[in-house]
């Protein structure tokens, strides 16, 4: 699990500094649409799963969408999630379930780092957000974004709150 961490955060890392500094755009997809704060860096790749990453670097706040295939149930991704990050040196909260969205939160002082994470599936796909920051007050931040910023298209596909 380390290993793939580390080659996860090298790629980030070498995509962030090759991505563009993007205005204030309007991401738009048949499930959301979602307002991109000014000077945020944004990633975005298509194909069986949808992956966006937006990052702002002032804060170094970092924001993934993940929208895939709903091969398992959305509880049990969410726990597999769960066992990776425990794994690899994460102390992750208990999972819990609102309105259909599974949330879990998580934190490594070894790497000052602190995230949430919200799925959720209507069935056919399944949504992960994944919020991370250096402390909790990022992580505040980037949920007022998605609150700000963020409209889900398919409800069922999204968390109704952040």
């Known amino acids: 699990m ?3 961490a580390i080659r ?3 790629l980030l890392f ?3 500094l090759c991505a563009r500094v993007a205005a204030a755009e309007e991401i738009r997809t048949d ?3 979602l307002t991109v704060p000014p000077g945020w860096q944004q990633i975005r790749t298509e194909g069986e799963f949808y992956n966006l990453t937006l990052h702002e670097p002032g804060d170094a706040l970092v ?3 993940i929208i895939g295939p709903a091969r398992v149930p959305v509880e049990r991704f969410v726990e597999r999630y769960r066992a990776k990050f425990e794994r690899g040196g994460f102390t992750c909260s208990p999972i819990t379930t609102r309105d259909g ?3 879990m939160e998580f934190s490594s002082r070894e ?3 602190y995230g949430s994470s919200y799925a959720a599936s209507n069935g056919s796909q399944t949504s992960i ?3 991370l920051a250096h402390d909790k007050a990022g992580i505040a931040r980037l949920r007022e974004v998605l609150r700000d910023n963020f409209t889900a298209l398919d409800p069922g596909l999204f968390p109704r709150t952040f």
Do not use: G, W
Request: aromatic share 8%.
């Open 2 to 4: 380390t290993h793939i």
């Open 101 to 103: 969205t599974c949330l």
């Open 129 to 131: 957000f994944m919020l």
């Open 111 to 113: 790497r000052k780092a």
């Open 63 to 65: 924001l993934l969408l």
């Open 8 to 10: 996860l955060s090298t």
């Open 31 to 33: 499930s959301f649409v």
């Open 14 to 16: 070498a995509l962030l």
